[in-house]
């Protein structure tokens, strides 16, 4: 089973993730070029942090948790 930290903690770091690549010039460019095609519609922290709140207000606590670790990011 899927814990609260992991559902929130995975989905940040995937984003921290491409933007890495994005930023590294020791990349190809189409790996740069796809990572920042990822990003353009991906959930920015604060976004992941609303929707943790929205959640809880109408299904409950413990699905994504809205205050988190930034040792995450």
């Excluded at 921290?16 to 959930?43: I, N, Q, T, W």
């Amino acid at each position: 089973m899927t814990m609260p930290n992991e559902r929130t903690r995975n989905p940040l770091q995937t984003g921290g993730f491409l933007k890495e690549l994005r930023a590294d010039e020791s990349l190809p460019d189409h790996v740069r070029k796809e990572a920042e095609r990822l990003l353009r519609h991906y959930p920015t922290v604060n976004e992941f942090q609303l929707l943790a709140k929205i959640e809880a207000s109408f299904i409950g606590p413990n699905l994504l948790m809205s205050d988190f670790s930034t040792s995450w990011l």
